[in-house]
Nanobody
């Protein structure tokens, strides 16, 4: 499975961004998608995830502001980020949970910078 994330950039506090992640390869082997982020000097944090059945989960820090969705026809997962805060600044990574290995595969990150 290969993952390609896009959509990062610079935005002012209170603004919005939408990240996209296109998956290719053995798509049928994907159980769930997730978005992680890692800010400078901090550990990687799971921001949101969505299972193959559409069940979603969010970190408390983004609940009510971020929405994860997936388009199975396009093999793409999205992260809509609203009401962005400076503390949301991080490199965002798209991941896929592989059924066969029960492990996560990660794509290259995309940088999100929120200015105050």
């Amino acid at each position: 499975v290969q993952l390609q994330a896009s959509g990062g950039g610079l935005v002012q506090a209170g603004g919005s961004l939408k990240l996209s992640c296109a998956a290719s390869g053995t798509i049928f082997d994907i159980n769930a998608f997730g978005w992680y982020r890692q800010a400078p000097g901090k550990e990687r944090e799971l921001v949101a995830s969505i299972t193959s059945s559409g069940r979603t989960s969010y970190a408390d820090s983004v609940k009510g502001r971020f929405t994860i969705t997936r388009d199975n026809a396009k093999n793409t997962v999205y992260l809509q980020m609203n009401s962005l805060k400076p503390e949301d600044t991080a490199v965002y990574y798209c991941g896929a949970l592989i059924i066969r290995t029960s492990s996560w595969v990660w794509g290259r990150g995309t940088l999100v910078t929120v200015s105050s």
